[in-house]
């Protein structure tokens, strides 16, 4: 399991280029796609510390990158919930948007090799939590509301 809070998803949206919209106008990548994208560097945080501020490497490694494919793969304090699954084909890792399935409700069982990517909305604005099944992977999200007196 492997998260942050999302800063570095609204840095990489960013850069990464957008699509026209209707207008013709550029909209960001959505937060969904800079979260793949930041799968498929194998990198959490790929804009530091250009752009986002980051401890310098000491030793020479870099904490960011991903040496391991993990079941699950989360952000934080997003605008909305989304999620998707990649699944994770040795020989295939530079290929994986082919593999994307943006479908939660397929069936999970076999999660082995599979990565679950996760956009958890910020609590504060949306009043909404998300629960992870940690065996299938399955997603639900539960919403607070506060109690409405008349």
Do not use: W
Request: aromatic share 6%; proline share 5%.
């Amino acid at each position: 399991m492997v998260g942050n809070d999302g800063a570095a998803l609204q840095d990489v949206r960013q850069v990464l280029g957008g699509k026209q919209n209707e207008d013709e106008i550029m909209v960001p990548a959505t937060e969904l796609e800079a979260l793949k994208a930041t799968f498929s560097f194998s990198h959490t945080c790929p804009t530091s510390p250009d752009s986002l501020g980051a401890m310098p490497l000491v030793d020479g490694t870099d904490p960011y990158v991903l040496t391991e494919r993990p079941h699950l793969y989360f952000a934080g304090n997003c605008t909305q919930f989304d999620t998707c699954t990649v699944t994770n084909n040795d020989d295939d890792d530079n290929n994986m948007d082919k593999n994307m399935d943006d479908n939660m409700d397929d069936n999970m069982d076999n999660t082995t090799n599979m990565t679950r990517l996760v956009c958890i909305p910020r609590f504060s604005q949306t009043g909404q939590a998300v629960l992870v099944h940690l065996q299938s992977l399955d997603c639900q999200v539960l919403e607070f509301k506060p109690n409405q007196e008349d």
